[in-house]
């Protein structure tokens, strides 16, 4: 019912910062939580923050705090994470995610839905 797609990926320094863009389609996702995931090659993904349906509330992975920003927009059905001071570890395909729940590492990925991922790559 819901469908993603991804955008704002590509190829940065390290320190510097990109802003990734997931836009939905329908009219339900306002009533969504929101969340970003991201998944290197040969590792499982990993949850990265998450966000709320009023924007309320956002939880961040350690290895995103201080760093990432997520925000949504759901006059314009998209949701943002503004990624500063960019690691090479932060390097692998990020994907938005959406559930009628609160999104954790915890939550089971198979029960979300998911955008096609977008790809994000960071040279030391």
């Known amino acids: 019912q819901v469908q993603f797609v991804e955008s704002g990926g590509g190829l940065v320094q390290a320190g510097g910062s990109l802003r990734l863009s997931c836009a939905a389609s329908?009219?339900?996702?306002?009533?969504?939580?929101m969340g970003w995931f991201r998944q290197a090659p040969g590792k499982e993904r990993e949850f990265v923050a998450s966000?709320?349906?009023?924007?309320?509330?956002?939880y961040y992975a350690d290895s995103a705090k201080g760093r990432f920003t997520i925000s949504r927009d759901n006059a314009k059905n998209t949701v943002y994470l503004q990624m500063n001071s960019l690691k090479p570890e932060d390097t692998a395909v990020y994907y938005c995610?959406?559930?009628?729940?609160?999104?954790?590492?915890?939550?089971?990925?198979?029960?979300?839905?998911w955008g096609q991922g977008t790809q994000v790559t960071v040279s030391s």
């Open positions: 966000i709320s349906r009023g924007s309320v509330s956002t």
């Open positions: 329908g009219r339900t996702f306002s009533t969504y939580t």
């Open positions: 995610a959406a559930d009628r729940l609160p999104i954790t590492n915890a939550t089971p990925r198979d029960g979300l839905y």
